[in-house]
């Protein structure tokens, strides 16, 4: 009998040193689809998939560059997505975080395979030329990952404080499990760090190379894309797309104008609630299982956090997500060796 499976896709900061040469390890079966990914890229004169993923080093300059990373990371977890065997898996639905919205888009079929890059490269481009502003990320929750109470709330109040100065610009960006993404410009990230609280020695953690996404920043960006990435790109998802919302977009049902507009507006210059898009795709569609395509796997903490926050199947604590993968894994993270297996037949 198959399983039902939700399918995560991820977004930027997922291809990381350790994932060098991941789509060549995994999907030397896919010459076509790499083939494909490589002339799209020498017709703008940018550097081709298969090489940035074949490099003998990783440096941070080059692999978190928006241009290189967007399309890296969709090569990959597109890759990922054709790899699952579907005699033994039924994708229900389909989601992604930031980055991976558009990344989703395409394994729903709203985007072909390349249309889907089209949209990637486009944006992971107008993001890196343009480069408005930052990211810094900051936790909400303790050691169980149990929210801590007026944690979130004390953030906000903070954020909407220091946006409200004069040279300072500051919002929620993403809202990431147990993460509050806060994107703005350099006078309210550098206000906004100096007044959060160190915990440990990483956060507040800045993020290289990663503009002020789903903020107002944004507008000009999100301009230049709907100039260039017309809505006839798109046509109607074949499973159903949780989108930044928590909204679903149904097969054979969804106003592709609204889709587009959502797509290169809305979601650009509002914030993300992946938090609530993982909610919604386990309550609407109760999967066996979901599925983060790699790769990396630095959504399995924010998709676990989000299932404890509305304690999905009586899950009320890292303890009790950490017994529940070890006895019968709920969350199939391809970008671990151990585990894609388990969906790739």
């Not at 995560?8 to 990381?16: E, I, Q």
């Not at 709907?226 to 797309?241: F, T």
């Not at 309550?283 to 990396?296: H, K, M, N, Q, Y």
Request: with cysteine; hydrophobic share 40%; glycine share 10%.
């Amino acid at each position: 009998m198959k399983k039902t499976a939700v399918v995560v896709c991820p977004g930027r900061g997922t291809y990381n040193k350790p994932e060098l040469g991941y789509l060549g390890r995994h999907h030397g079966d896919k010459a076509d689809f790499i083939a494909m990914l490589d002339a799209y890229r020498a017709e703008r004169g940018q550097a081709a998939i298969s090489v940035l993923d074949g490099a003998e080093r990783y440096s941070v300059a080059t692999y978190s560059r928006g241009d290189n990373a967007s399309p890296l990371i969709y090569g990959c977890a597109y890759a990922d997505f054709m790899a699952i065997d579907r005699d033994a898996v039924d994708i229900v639905a389909v989601t992604g975080n930031s980055m991976g919205w558009y990344i989703a888009l395409a394994c729903a079929g709203a985007l072909s395979a390349e249309n889907g890059m089209h949209v990637v490269n486009t944006m992971g481009t107008l993001m890196q030329e343009s480069l408005i502003g930052g990211q810094t990320v900051y936790p909400i929750v303790d050691d169980e990952w149990h929210e801590i109470p007026a944690k979130r709330s004390e953030i906000l109040s903070l954020v909407e404080e220091i946006g409200s100065r004069a040279e300072c610009s500051v919002d929620l960006s993403i809202d990431l499990g147990g993460m509050l993404v806060l994107a703005g410009n350099e006078a309210g990230l550098s206000a906004l760090e100096a007044a959060l609280p160190r915990v440990g020695d990483r956060f507040p953690m800045r993020l290289a190379n990663h503009a002020a996404f789903h903020t107002p920043l944004q507008q000009p960006v999100a301009e230049k894309g709907r100039a260039l990435l017309p809505v006839d790109l798109l046509s109607q998802p074949q499973v159903p797309l949780i989108d930044g919302r928590g909204n679903v977009w149904y097969p054979h049902a969804s106003n592709l104008s609204a889709l587009w507009r959502y797509t290169l507006d809305r979601q650009v210059v509002q914030p993300y609630d992946f938090t609530r898009a993982v909610q919604t795709s386990v309550r609407e569609f109760a999967p066996d299982c979901l599925i983060v395509l790699g790769p990396g796997n630095t959504l399995g903490g924010a998709v676990a956090q989000a299932l404890i926050a509305c304690t999905w199947e009586g899950l009320r604590s890292k303890n009790d997500f950490v017994e529940r993968q070890r006895q019968d894994p709920y969350l199939i993270s391809m970008g671990l060796e151990e585990q894609r297996g388990a969906v790739t037949g």
